[in-house]
């Protein structure tokens, strides 16, 4: 899910929905084979948000 959030942020996408539309669902099927629906994608962004804010304020 980290992967998934920082690529969105380098994008260049304005939404997120999108974003699962025409890149995740085409492209990146073959990486991440096992991929949740765009609803279960957004519930484990709220968990994943914490994790990364400590992880990028505590990388140099």
């Known amino acids: 899910m980290i992967?998934?959030?920082i690529a969105?942020?380098?994008?260049?996408?304005?939404?997120?929905?999108t974003y699962?539309?025409?890149?995740i669902c085409l492209c990146l099927t073959n990486v991440f084979p096992e991929l949740v629906s765009y609803t279960q994608i957004l519930k484990f962004m709220q968990g994943v948000l914490i994790p990364?804010?400590?992880?990028?304020?505590?990388?140099?």
């Open 20 to 23: 699962d539309i025409h890149f």
């Open 3 to 5: 992967t998934i959030v």
């Open 52 to 60: 990364l804010r400590s992880y990028l304020t505590h990388v140099k």
């Open 8 to 17: 969105f942020h380098q994008s260049g996408y304005r939404d997120f929905k």
